[in-house]
């Protein structure tokens, strides 16, 4: 009995060895504290931007370690926490108008270790520092603005039909009331509501010399209707982060109403609340061009109009009729017009919207449509010692441009300055509209130091239990447990290895599963040595013996960590947050236990017994 492994075994082992090795290498290099600068609304960074950081950097004498451009945006690394906060307090001056700046820690890994694919994994909350939200959403408002659109579907339906109405309105305690001359007119409008919308409840009532209609939404869709508004926001939220520049952030829905945000890493809580916090909305409205904007700036607004602020400057007057909201757009791509080479972005709307902007195009072409960006922010001051909240509503048209045809679903909006304009705007009208407001009614800040304080008991927990595996292993099977101990370090190093090639989270649920592979790592190679160790004493040869233990413990190892692989699964599946943390490492050690353990303390001892005669085994 030879013991030898063909040399595709070893090459596999060793290439193994080689991409743990390499993969688990930029967790060695840490992080640089850096200031991100990335841009908003239609501004680029560009070889200008990096001459004035330079040149700003240079006058207020502090150097820094590297400056580099990536996807999300121009990230400048400072040897320091005091160089990072004064260089963000001096760049805020100069880079004002369309600039975002976030402090942040970025990884200091090597280019030639980047170039390869090599990042560190991320690390959570509770191990890095950062800030949790838990936010409100409004789901009332949510409905409220849903009545708001019924509204004027039921003018534009009854007009079409020729139907006269007194008003229509909405209802301060819900649902839309209509109010009718005659009971014969409120028949028919009612015949042609229920048509047309049959999901709603009709309810009659007189009152007054008139005849009303009272129109509510059905359960299901107010169900409907505040589901969709939350998984919205957690849309608009997700592309939010992106400016703040968090690598692996936590946003996910609590309850009916609730929405969680967990930032690691984030240093400016200020700037991620001024960003998380804002709503924003977006409309469809035709430009008056029958009065004098010049009139309206003097005060002389005309009826059925109001004068709104341009992006780029100046004033425009637009009708108060809303043709569509930013909630009924379903995608947004920006693009090149074939027609003239300008930017722009084709926009798909919903079934409903496709069918009001259709019916209000036709009447339309030749005529300037706006779309207005509206913006609720709330500004917190420290005024007296004490955190005053105020509002405030930006509103700006970002989007005016001729229609050219009728068009409904899918069309296109032109007019824009720039590529990167018109690839701001499709974002915007992607995710930049929320359904309802939403409020930050709980904050939490986890200190660098206390997340610091974190990762180094942990680390000293896997290296504690890993040293006792590592002498009980040593002492009680000699030889054969220090294979078992070169296997259990391999095994370590292909758990980070993976979760860094994964981009997984590590979280300190996550040192607790690693901790606990540890320990049940070597349990396979008790159940091969101690097969041998029987296989000796019955009076087989050492050889015999390495091959019997190897061969006849596999169906029990593997039985064994399948079953412990499956409750691991259930765990990610059903469990949320801490246990998903668990249950990722759990799994990738197990997976990495059973390579280890069999493949490569087999190798091991093919190595040093295999291919010769052995008289004795050191077990």
């Known amino acids: 009995m030879i013991n030898q492994y063909p040399w595709w075994k070893n090459l596999l082992i060793v290439v193994v060895v080689l991409v743990s090795a390499l993969y688990a290498l930029?967790?060695?290099?840490?992080?640089?504290?850096?200031?991100?600068?990335?841009?908003?609304?239609?501004?680029?960074?560009?070889?200008?931007?990096?001459?004035?950081?330079?040149?700003?950097?240079?006058?207020?004498?502090?150097?820094?370690?590297?400056?580099?451009?990536?996807?999300?945006?121009?990230?400048?690394?400072?040897?320091?926490?005091?160089?990072?906060?004064?260089?963000?307090?001096?760049?805020?001056?100069?880079?004002?108008?369309?600039?975002?700046?976030?402090?942040?820690?970025?990884?200091?890994?090597?280019?030639?270790?980047?170039?390869?694919?090599?990042?560190?994994?991320?690390?959570?909350?509770?191990?890095?520092?950062?800030?949790?939200?838990?936010?409100?959403?409004?789901?009332?408002?949510?409905?409220?603005?849903?009545?708001?659109?019924?509204?004027?579907?039921?003018?534009?339906?009854?007009?079409?039909?020729?139907?006269?109405?007194?008003?229509?309105?909405?209802?301060?305690?819900?649902?839309?009331?209509?109010?009718?001359?005659?009971?014969?007119?409120r028949a028919k409008a009612e015949n042609l509501i229920r048509k047309e919308y049959r999901d709603l409840i009709v309810e009659e009532?007189?009152?007054?010399?008139?005849?009303?209609?009272?129109?509510?939404?059905?359960?299901?869709?107010?169900?409907?209707?505040?589901?969709?508004?939350?998984?919205?926001?957690?849309?608009?939220?997700?592309?939010?982060?992106?400016?703040?520049?968090?690598?692996?952030?936590?946003?996910?829905?609590q309850g009916e109403s609730r929405i969680v945000v967990q930032l690691p890493g984030v240093q400016d809580t200020a700037r991620a609340k001024e960003i998380l916090g804002a709503t924003a909305t977006l409309e469809y409205r035709m430009a008056d061009e029958s009065h004098d904007v010049q009139d309206a700036i003097n005060g002389r607004v005309p009826a059925g109009t109001r004068l709104y602020k341009k992006r780029e400057g100046g004033y425009v007057l637009l009708k108060n009729r809303i043709i569509v909201t930013g909630d009924s757009i379903v995608d947004a791509r920006s693009g090149i017009d074939t027609q003239d080479g300008s930017p722009m972005v084709t926009v798909i709307l919903d079934a409903k919207g496709a069918k009001k902007m259709l019916n209000n195009t036709k009447e339309n072409v030749g005529k300037l449509m706006a779309v207005v960006y509206i913006e609720n922010k709330i500004d917190t001051k420290v005024v007296d010692g004490e955190v005053v909240k105020t509002k405030r509503v930006v509103e700006e048209v970002i989007s005016l441009a001729t229609i050219r045809e009728p068009f409904g679903k899918r069309f296109q909006t032109t007019g824009l300055d720039s590529a990167e304009e018109g690839r701001d705007l499709a974002l915007l009208l992607r995710a930049g509209a929320l359904s309802a407001p939403i409020e930050i009614i709980e904050e939490r800040t986890v200190g660098p130091s206390l997340g610091q304080d974190n990762i180094d008991k942990g680390v000293k927990s896997v290296i504690i239990g890993f040293l006792l595996v590592l002498v009980f292993m040593a002492i009680y099977y000699k030889g054969f447990g220090m294979m078992a101990n070169v296997a259990l370090a391999l095994n370590l190093v292909i758990i980070i290895a993976v979760l860094s090639m994964l981009q997984a989270t590590l979280t300190l649920p996550g040192i607790a599963?690693?901790?606990?592979?540890?320990?049940?790592?070597?349990?396979?190679?008790?159940?091969?040595?101690?097969?041998?160790?029987?296989?000796?004493?019955?009076?087989?040869?050492?050889?015999?013996?390495?091959?019997?233990?190897?061969?006849?413990?596999?169906?029990t190892i593997v039985d064994a960590n399948i079953t412990t692989f499956i409750a691991a699964i259930v765990l990610f599946a059903l469990g949320a947050g801490p246990v998903k943390g668990f249950a990722v490492t759990l799994s990738i050690g197990i997976l990495a236990s059973m390579f280890t353990a069999i493949m490569v303390t087999r190798a091991l001892a093919n190595v040093t017994y295999g291919g010769r005669r052995v008289k004795a085994l050191s077990i």
Do not use: C
């Open 26 to 185: 930029p967790n060695l290099y840490g992080e640089d504290p850096a200031v991100q600068i990335s841009s908003n609304r239609g501004v680029s960074i560009n070889d200008a931007t990096v001459e004035t950081v330079r040149a700003e950097l240079k006058r207020i004498g502090i150097d820094d370690k590297r400056m580099e451009m990536t996807d999300r945006g121009l990230i400048v690394r400072f040897a320091n926490t005091e160089d990072q906060l004064r260089a963000r307090d001096n760049l805020e001056k100069v880079l004002t108008e369309g600039y975002i700046l976030a402090l942040n820690l970025a990884p200091a890994t090597p280019d030639w270790l980047r170039a390869m694919g090599g990042q560190p994994m991320y690390l959570g909350l509770d191990l890095r520092g950062g800030v949790h939200f838990l936010m409100e959403v409004d789901t009332d408002a949510a409905v409220a603005m849903a009545e708001e659109r019924y509204v004027g579907d039921f003018r534009m339906l009854l007009r079409g039909e020729k139907i006269r109405y007194l008003t229509i309105k909405r209802n301060p305690q819900g649902g839309v009331d209509i109010k009718f001359r005659t009971a014969d007119v």
């Open 205 to 253: 009532s007189e009152g007054g010399n008139a005849y009303f209609l009272k129109l509510k939404l059905g359960k299901a869709e107010i169900r409907e209707t505040r589901s969709f508004a939350v998984q919205q926001n957690i849309t608009t939220l997700r592309n939010r982060v992106n400016e703040l520049g968090v690598a692996e952030p936590l946003i996910q829905r």
């Open 513 to 555: 599963g690693i901790v606990l592979t540890v320990g049940m790592a070597v349990d396979a190679n008790v159940l091969i040595f101690e097969r041998i160790r029987e296989e000796l004493k019955n009076g087989v040869t050492p050889q015999a013996a390495i091959n019997s233990g190897y061969e006849k413990a596999a169906a």
